[in-house]
């Protein structure tokens, strides 16, 4: 399986244009190349969301970055915290384009140093997927249902 798609907000790096036209390689380079900035040069002016911390609690996660930048206004951190309350946490569609991509080795061997460093598995087998709940999702998408 191969994707293709807007990669405009990838990071280019020199490698980046030798690569396949697959946007999920070429999405984890990027990651792979931020995460190298970020253990390179981070020091006490970098900071690291994980985006399941911003789900499972987004006003704490909102106070603390809202801490981390030095921003007093409480109001602010309380407005921008019920931005992601519509998340879906259905990974599944992650899972199978991962498993089905033709670069997966690849795409391990990038994804390997930086998942370790935040507490990911690479390999995905901790998402939490939902099978039945993703194909409805994509059905009713579908249809058009709400």
Not at 22 to 32: D, H, I, N, R, T
Not at 46 to 58: G, I, M, S
Request: hydrophobic residues 40%; proline residues 4%; contains cysteine.
């Amino acid at each position: 399986m191969i994707i293709k798609g807007n990669t405009s907000f990838l990071l280019r790096t020199s490698e980046f244009s030798t690569l396949p036209d697959e946007l999920v390689l070429k999405a984890v380079v990027s990651w792979a190349a931020a995460y190298e900035s970020y253990r390179a040069f981070r020091d006490e002016h970098w900071t690291a969301l994980r985006y399941e911390e911003l789900v499972a609690d987004p006003r704490a996660t909102m106070a603390n970055l809202f801490r981390f930048l030095n921003l007093s206004d409480p109001g602010y951190a309380a407005v921008a915290s019920l931005l992601p309350r519509h998340a879906e946490k259905n990974y599944n569609f992650v899972s199978l384009t991962f498993n089905r991509n033709h670069y997966k080795r690849e795409i391990l061997t990038r994804l390997t140093p930086g998942c370790s460093a935040f507490g990911y598995k690479s390999d995905m087998s901790d998402l939490r997927i939902q099978p039945f709940t993703y194909l409805s999702t994509l059905l009713k998408r579908k249809l058009k249902i709400r």
